[in-house]
């Protein structure tokens, strides 16, 4: 791929306070508009409008240039000269501009005139800055640069771990579709060949995850909080939930969903003629059909999901017609790029940017449907004229992605000519929404416990792990793999890079799962209300977005339990096509 250039994208949006074509990459060039920006004098109303949006302007070219430099990186973090660019934006330019930054907040706080401004316009980021000036310390900046860079090195460390098998060296991500191959031997030694690779850097991984942990808890203790956890949610601005219910989510899931999983698991099992499953048995299909290949080429792959966005309504066809025009997208796997999936916003374009590993996957169409359901959202709220404004919470932009795998069921014909194999993937993906839950419920209980009992061994952080998973995990049977199954947190990378971020996927899910009810009963209704839903960014509590979306910000055992029901109905309409 093209290295991602941001001066070969439109300008839709042209600056007015910065310079034309200045880049933010250096302190040289940053410091003297923070310290005008600091210094100017702010007489009335009308000044500190027009201060707060060059603010703004200044914060999007900063956020971009940091975003293109992490996109590079990513792409390909075996390249010294993306990885130091990377490093010095964090080191020079990113670390020193935030207490300057922290210096603004304060000037717009303490302003007098920012009585003046329209309280019902303003009382959402008035809630986020006195929230973050309560937060912010000066000496977690450092600490927080070094959590970055500890971030940069999980991802160099995951990215680099490959195999050899029949003579090929292949990254781990390509050895996933072994695991749906119906040869069982294969799926094993596979299996077992990448588990055995991980188990390698066992000690490395739980080595750099304890230096993290002693640096979030050193943050939280700066700022005035007895624990990591507690100091997250308010960081990550929770307003309309807690811990509380968080652990009643995990109950929850554990109640209401893992029964459903352990009786697909059995039908699985039986199907497949196996007393028991081992984990080598999940992914296969059941009835021993071959692998569903959706693509053979990145070309197809985009292709498809192109016309899938598009059925569901034209406007997303042509938004992802725009990324393709302009290398907004790199999708498959090769040696050096980093593991997983992402979209990103450039925040000064206020245009999106994809990121994954394409192998031929069902999965990766998923992937792609789901990255560009947040692509969609950037696009929907690119027009909100105030910048804080064009990000919602992050538990509804898993809903903008979410819904968009469903959504896209009905016409996986883009994929699969035959409705037996449409069938088959769209029933695979429920399966999965209902196994992910529980999954999601582990993560999060288990970051819970991580940050409560600081002190823990990593000894006793796994086998806290295992006690998760015998409560909230499948069936299968994990003899003589224990070991595996005690590190399998390893490649959950949100527990090493985005802490605490991961709740908001089971809250999201339950709000994807209500704008598939919706489109299924009102049609063009539902996806207008969903399209609302995108449009209003961050303008409005957590609770006013979902319901501005047509749905309910609920993720209690009674909104589980009925949309549990709804897609075991359609599970077993699928099951009779496929």
Known sequence: MASLDPEKLPHDFPRHYLPQGVRLGSWETLRPLLEELEHRPLSSTDDLEKWLADLQELEEALDEE????????????????????????????????????????????????????????????????????????EENTPLETKLDKLSQQYQKLSGSLTVVYEGQEKTLQQMGPYQEST???????????????????????????????????????????????????????????????????????????????????????????LPSLRPWDLSVDPQGLAPLKPFESTDQLTAGCQKILGQVDPEFGAHFQKMRDLGLLDLESRKGKAPGGYNTTLSEARLPFIFMNSVGLDGDMRTLL????????????????FSPYRHAPMEFCEVASMSMELLADPYLEAFYPSPKDAARSARKHLEDVITLLPWIATIDAFQHWIYTHPDHTPSQRSDHWIALRDRLGGGEDWTGLEEARRSLWHRQLHIFEVPFYYIEYGI??????????????????????????????GSQTLPEIFKSAGIQFDFSLRMIEPLMEEVQKELQKLDKIS
Not at 195 to 224: H, P, S, T
Not at 239 to 250: A, V
Not at 509 to 533: F, P, S, T
Request: proline fraction near 4%; aromatic fraction near 12%; glycine fraction near 8%.
């Open 183 to 273: 040869d069982r031997r294969q799926r094993e030694e596979t299996w077992r060949l990448v588990a055995q690779r991980r188990l390698k850097d066992k000690d490395a991984f739980e080595a750099l995850f304890d230096e993290m942990r002693g640096l979030r808890g050193e943050i939280a203790k700066n700022a005035g909080f007895p624990n990591y956890r507690d100091y997250m949610f308010r960081r990550k601005e929770r307003f309309d939930y807690g811990p509380k219910d968080c652990e009643d989510f995990h109950e929850s899931a554990a109640k209401a969903v893992r029964p459903l999983v352990l009786e697909i698991q059995k039908k699985r099992a039986q199907k497949m003629g």
């Open 370 to 385: 789901h990255e560009g359901g947040h692509a969609l959202h950037a696009f929907a709220s690119r027009t909100i004229p």
């Open 508 to 537: 999201a899910q339950l709000g994807a799962l209500q704008v598939w009810k919706n489109v299924r009963e009102k049609g063009r209704a539902g996806v207008e209300a969903y399209k609302k839903g995108l449009a209003v960014g």
């Open 66 to 137: 940091g975003s293109v430099r992490y996109v590079r990186m990513t792409c390909q973090t075996d390249d010294p000269a993306l990885e130091g660019q990377y490093l010095q934006f964090l080191e020079e330019v990113a670390e020193p501009a935030k207490p300057r930054f922290f210096a603004l907040m304060k000037k717009y706080w303490e302003c007098p005139h920012r009585t003046g401004l329209s309280a019902a316009d303003f009382r959402l980021y008035n809630r986020s800055v006195e929230n973050q000036l309560a937060l912010y310390r």
